[in-house]
């Protein structure tokens, strides 16, 4: 068995996303296959629980729009130039022993988390992009800034595509991750019903202090 969140838009002010963890039988293995029986999983015991109109947002998404919304998916626009979401987070990753690395921002999702992963440059110490620093704390303040800035010119599309009251990733364990692009895409469409989607998305300051209640 295992135990996975799924995330909601919030309609209460006082945060951007409401969350609930629901208990299911994993299927364990790195097939493809198997994710997906994860993700069923997950969904049924969620609906058990009234819990209607759920999207996986992964590569591993059996809708298209989830695929779509995945950060392997997306990209966002640094200096002019579009660059795969993912890979600008890595890029922008400062360790005790080096960093930020803006070359990473040309590679795939795939290679740039590789070349990360390889380098032993001890502690990551914050996020350094287009010039300014960016904390670690809120922990996934600047990974979900990124996947939001991602998105900010497509809210009409957004507006009338997506149709889902609950939001997965099968790839998070909260247990041994802090990003996750379900609980992103749920504070999105947060901001955007609050109005407050530009000032976040502009802002990094003013976003941080929007998700230090959750």
Not at 127 to 153: Q, T, V
Request: include cysteine.
């Amino acid at each position: 068995m295992a135990t996975r969140p799924v995330f909601f838009p919030s309609s209460d002010s006082s945060q951007l996303v409401h969350e609930r963890s629901f208990e299911f039988p994993w299927a364990s293995g790195f097939a493809e296959v198997q994710k997906k029986k994860n993700i069923h999983a997950l969904h049924s015991a969620a609906r058990e629980k009234g819990v209607q109109n759920i999207l996986e947002i992964s590569s591993k998404s059996s809708e298209e729009l989830g695929r779509k919304l995945s950060a392997f998916s997306l990209k966002i626009d640094i200096g002019g130039r579009k660059y795969p979401l993912e890979s600008v987070y890595q890029g922008s990753k400062v360790f005790e022993q080096g960093g930020p690395f803006k070359e990473v921002f040309e590679l795939s999702p795939r290679e740039a988390k590789r070349f990360i992963r390889e380098r032993n440059l001890g502690k990551l110490v914050g996020f350094e992009l287009d010039g300014k620093s960016y904390p670690l704390s809120p922990m996934n303040a600047f990974y979900d800034w990124l996947y939001i800035r991602s998105l900010k010119d497509h809210a009409d599309w957004i507006d009338r595509k997506v149709h889902y009251d609950a939001f997965t990733d099968i790839e998070f364990n909260p247990a041994k991750q802090v990003n996750c692009q379900a609980r992103a895409f749920a504070e999105y469409l947060t901001l955007l019903r609050q109005s407050k989607l530009l000032e976040a998305a502009e802002d990094f300051s003013a976003f941080a202090k929007m998700i230090q209640t959750i």
